[in-house]
């Protein structure tokens, strides 16, 4: 006969299962050692008889447990792979969500290695650090040069009159003076993969929560 369950409850089946199973198969025994002028076996301290029965039975019992969790384990897997759900970036079956989560967290066989919108938005952010502090501090030491090419032209007295129209010394500034290429306009970039990656995990752990809880499997 088959049983109908909603897949949070075959999930949380499916984990007192390994649980179960690994507990019998430690706490199990399937063979001993006996004296030939004796009755019960060493370890067990039963009869020959009784040591065989409970074999046995644990045996059965260990196998029962291992065919069931196979049964709910199947269902759920058709489960996720029939099942839909839908978020502001597509709709996936609960199979892909799942896996595209586990990808953007770095689970997997790949592990962190898969993680692509973070090492891009990483990648970004630290050219982004990078480029701002080498333009801050080259164009730091272009103004100690300008100025020392002011005091230069203008005399050590002239430091009040460093207002005053220096066209060779202005026209060395601009021409040297240290320039952010962005062709992406990649703070806006960053900021983008940074939201829409923490939106959609939190709308892939949301849906892939109510699928469970609303979806049957039947096993």
């Known amino acids: 006969m088959s049983e109908k369950m909603l897949v949070t409850q075959a999930l949380d089946e499916r984990d007192l299962l390994v649980k179960k199973i690994q507990d019998k198969i430690a706490k199990a025994s399937f063979a001993d050692v006996k004296k030939h002028n004796e009755e019960k076996v060493l370890e067990r301290r039963v009869s020959e008889e009784d040591f065989r029965k409970e074999a046995e039975s644990a045996y059965q019992q260990i196998m029962d447990l291992i065919e069931r969790y196979g049964r709910i384990d199947a269902a759920i897997v058709a489960s996720n792979a029939a099942t839909m759900i839908h978020t502001s970036f597509g709709d996936y079956t609960v199979a892909g969500a799942i896996s595209l989560r586990g990808r953007m967290r770095g689970y997997g066989a790949y592990e962190d290695e898969a ?20 333009i801050e501090n080259k164009n730091r030491q272009l103004e100690l040069t300008a100025e020392s090419m002011r005091l230069s032209i203008l005399g050590k007295d002239a430091k009040t009159k460093d207002d005053k129209p220096l066209e060779v010394v202005n026209a060395y500034v601009k021409e040297n003076t240290a320039e952010f290429v962005d062709p992406l306009d990649v703070r ?24 469970n809880a609303t979806t049957f499997v039947e096993f």
Do not use: A, G, P
Not at 115 to 134: I, P
Not at 197 to 209: N, P, V
């Open 115 to 134: 993680e692509f919108e973070q090492s891009l938005y990483q990648k970004m952010k630290n050219e982004l650090d990078k480029c701002l502090l080498t």
């Open 188 to 211: 806006k970039k960053i900021e983008e993969i940074h939201e829409n990656r923490e939106k959609l995990l939190t709308e892939l752990d949301t849906q892939i929560k109510v699928s």
